[in-house]
């Protein structure tokens, strides 16, 4: 089970015109909206990247506009973690268990949780909060990323898995999001 105390929630790519042509991108956006809001609630650090935000433009508003007190981080590999920013980013943390989110499911979200697994992060990825252009692509893309030793989870798990109780201010913000 994951902790609010040792979890970081990380976006991977959620860019500019790429992020228009994802598959069910309207319930993609409004659950990426979602957990960023949860995670922000719950307290939980938050790494985002882009990937070559030059070309593929800013991260897209309905995410960008609840992180203004954070920086993106740019990176031009796929996997984040081949960004040492990224990595010092993470580390400095200090926390071991990451949800993932983001597009392209098969490509940037794929190759950084298989490097996260292989660097003993314990990983989470929140199927509908992650795409690609193609369904059958994500597909691959998760059911590849639960054999290498993923959990799958999706928004609503996730936030009340981290929130834990059903009592308290967290939980009924939480609650707000989620109805």
Known sequence: MLNANDTTLVIVDVQGKLAQLMDERDSLFRNLETLVKGAKVLELPIVWVEQLPDKLGPTIPQIADHLQQHAPIAKNSFSCYKSPEFVSALAATGRKSVIVVGIEAHICVYQTVRELLDAGYHVEVVAD???????????????????????????????????????????????????
């Not at 795409?131 to 799958?152: F, Y």
């Open 129 to 179: 909060a992650v795409s690609s252009r193609q369904a059958n692509n994500r597909q691959i893309a998760l059911n590849k990323m639960q054999q290498a030793g993923a959990g799958l989870t999706c928004t609503e798990m996730v936030l009340f898995e981290l929130q834990a109780i059903a009592e308290g201010e967290q939980f009924k913000e939480i609650l707000s999001l989620i109805k």
